[in-house]
């Protein structure tokens, strides 16, 4: 389990970092290309709340992780985590579907790049979806199970 903590800190680091560097790469491409400066200042603040939302995701996962340790098994306070992770991915997954429909309408050249990373993102986070709610079901099962056989 160290491991998967030390991972998972490294991931929260990372993000921390990226967060941080993201206003200055972005003013940079936005003084290369002054067609879309106007979107530097809305694009990050929505690629910081949706690198925030993937935090939240991480330190709940932590949680579980935490749960797991301690009883090597789940109750029902793990289902309210995943409710939480599923639901940081349902906010990060509609901010990039957001953001795609504004590139694909309003940003000159269709964003070039830009296109590809946000459909990155929002796979990633449909992905974080589906994977809570089956994680989700299958522990309610697990302890649904445990509560008849007491």
């Keep these: 389990m160290l491991v998967r903590r030390v991972i998972?800190?490294?991931?929260?680091?990372?993000?921390?970092?990226?967060?941080?560097?993201?206003?200055?790469?972005?003013?940079?491409?936005?003084?290369?290309?002054?067609?879309?400066?106007?979107?530097?200042?809305?694009?990050?603040?929505?690629?910081?709340?949706?690198?925030?939302?993937?935090?939240?995701a991480l330190v709940a996962t932590w949680r579980l992780l935490s749960m797991a340790d301690v009883r090597g098994e789940f109750d029902r306070r793990a289902i309210l985590w995943l409710d939480l992770i599923a639901v940081c991915g349902l906010v990060a997954a509609s901010l990039a579907a957001i953001v795609a429909i504004h590139v694909a309408r309003f940003v000159p050249g269709r964003g070039g790049p830009t296109n590809l990373y946000v459909a990155?993102?929002?796979?990633?986070?449909?992905?974080?979806?589906?994977?809570?709610?089956?994680?989700?079901?299958?522990?309610?099962?697990?302890?649904?199970?445990?509560?008849?056989?007491r």
């Design 120 to 149: 990155m993102a929002f796979v990633c986070a449909v992905t974080v979806i589906f994977l809570a709610l089956r994680m989700r079901r299958r522990i309610a099962r697990a302890v649904d199970r445990r509560a008849e056989d």
């Design 8 to 56: 998972l800190a490294l991931l929260l680091l990372g993000l921390v970092i990226i967060q941080v560097a993201i206003p200055s790469t972005a003013s940079s491409v936005g003084t290369e290309i002054p067609e879309v400066a106007y979107l530097v200042a809305p694009y990050s603040l929505a690629a910081i709340v949706f690198i925030g939302f993937v935090q939240i």
